[in-house]
């Protein structure tokens, strides 16, 4: 297995303009999480599925952006109307349960920078 | 509430020096703690995870971290620092294995 990729691995966009973003994780993963990084932070949690449900939502997260995992395989990350504060870099990982708890394996992100 | 306060935003240390990277996490209920690196560019990846076991745990490429309840820490060691162990280096802790909460970052700069 290759890892979590995604896609685009950058973005550069106007403002008022949807994106979405492509997450495949790694195949035998029942859980996907979406991040958001920006810069000289941690990442800062989003959302989750656990296979095609979405099961938590951060409060933080603008009604502007939605997430989707149909079949419980890929994931996209969709962000309406841009606003320059969305610049950041957008981190998806994967995980499954081992032993005790879950194991989050981390792709390279979409860097998404608005104009 | 959890959280996790990473205390320095910027270590430097010879090469060959002792590595200490600070963490302390706020929760209401025994956690899973993690420490992850981030190289540029890069995703973050998994250096080592205490999950009630073991409170000395020990990771990838050297490095170990520490449970202690009393002073709510998990700080991350290594004795000797390589070069190859510049980046960016991120404590989170989770109480249920759902939400994970991360600081802000430690960057680790090795001076040769």
């Known amino acids: 297995d290759t890892g979590v990729s995604q896609d685009p691995r950058h973005k550069i966009t106007k403002r008022g303009q949807n994106v979405t973003f492509r997450c495949d994780p790694i195949s035998e993963h029942n859980r996907l999480y979406w991040y958001r990084q920006t810069l000289g932070q941690g990442p800062e949690f989003l959302t989750y599925?656990?296979?095609?449900?979405?099961?938590?939502k951060s409060r933080l997260l603008s009604d502007r952006f939605s997430a989707e995992r149909p079949k419980g395989s890929f994931s996209t990350l969709e962000i309406q109307r841009t606003e320059q504060g969305d610049s950041a870099m957008y981190l998806c990982?994967?995980?499954?349960?081992?032993?005790?708890?879950?194991?989050?394996?981390f792709g390279p992100g979409t860097r998404l920078t608005v104009t | 509430a959890q959280s996790v306060t990473q205390l320095g935003s910027h270590v430097s240390v010879s090469e060959g020096a002792l590595v200490l990277l600070r963490c302390n996490y706020s929760s209401s209920v025994p956690p899973y703690l993690f420490w992850y690196v981030q190289y540029p560019n890069q995703g973050l990846q998994l250096l080592l995870k205490y999950t009630s076991a073991a409170t000395l745990v020990k990771g990838i490429n050297g490095f170990e971290a520490e449970f202690k309840k009393s002073e709510t820490s998990f700080h991350l060691t290594k004795p000797s620092a390589h070069m190859s162990d510049a980046a960016e280096y991120f404590c989170a802790v989770s109480d249920t294995g759902n939400q994970f909460y991360f600081g802000t970052g430690t960057s680790l700069t090795v001076i040769p």
């Open positions: 990982a994967s995980s499954y349960r081992q032993g005790l708890s879950y194991e989050q394996y």
């Open positions: 599925f656990q296979n095609e449900a979405q099961l938590e």
